[in-house]
């Protein structure tokens, strides 16, 4: 529907590649995994913005979104 904010990641600090899964009627439902992929050159900080909204079968709550903060340290 129009008026549904679709899930997204939005990364600073990295580039990465991002496999979103593949939803049920452009929704996903329960636990999510969304798997990314990055090869920073050295130790890198990130920071990356998670957009979603959540719904249940008869209402959607408003669009909501948390940011986290990350490290990528070489093997």
């Known amino acids: 529907a129009r008026w549904l904010t679709p899930t997204e ?3 600073e600090g990295i580039a990465p590649t991002i496999n979103y899964p ?3 009627n452009d929704q996903y ?3 999510l995994e969304i798997e ?3 090869s920073p050159s050295g130790p890198t900080e990130f920071q990356v913005t ?5 719904c ?3 209402e959607c709550l408003a669009p909501d979104e948390i ?3 990350g490290v990528f340290l070489p093997a």
Not at 50 to 54: E, G, I, P
């Open 9 to 11: 990641l939005r990364f």
């Open 22 to 24: 593949k939803g049920t």
């Open 50 to 54: 998670v957009q979603y909204q959540a």
């Open 36 to 38: 990314f992929q990055a």
């Open 56 to 58: 249940t079968e008869t």
């Open 29 to 31: 439902e329960g636990d």
């Open 67 to 69: 940011v986290l903060d």
